[in-house]
Nanobody, 126 residues
């Protein structure tokens, strides 16, 4: 079955950078809509970034200009480069896969994604 495995989470200081990876099995990250989400303690899971088959990307306003989503199609890995981290970026980060080619305007809706990873913890201290 499809498996998504996140890695790269850590405890870091504010202002530093971190790169998360999501390795996919039995699912081609380059062919479909892929998303990164995060869930802070006591809050709903929110969409952070998405990337579709055409390479079009979308970002939440809170991370625009700081985070970057990318794919290595050869390795079948989805990445999230996070720069200038803030304490409010703290949370569990999940990657998700949707069996459609295009993400579109509804990219941040959790219900549209078919597969989820187990999450990786990112803690940013001030």
């Amino acid at each position: 079955q499809v498996q998504l495995a996140e890695s790269g989470g850590d405890s870091v200081q504010a202002g530093t950078s971190l790169t998360l990876s999501c390795e996919a099995s039995r699912f081609s990250v380059g062919d479909y809509c892929m998303g990164w989400f995060r869930q802070a303690p006591g809050k709903d899971r929110e969409g952070i970034a998405s990337s579709d088959r055409a390479g079009r990307t979308s970002y939440a306003d809170s991370v625009k200009g700081r985070f970057s989503i990318s794919k290595d199609n050869a390795k079948n890995i989805l990445y999230l480069q996070m720069n200038s981290l803030k304490p409010e970026d703290t949370g569990v980060y999940y990657c998700a896969a949707d069996e459609t080619y295009w993400c579109g305007g509804g990219w941040s809706a959790t219900g549209r994604y078919d597969y989820w990873g187990q999450g990786t913890q990112v803690t940013v201290s001030s």
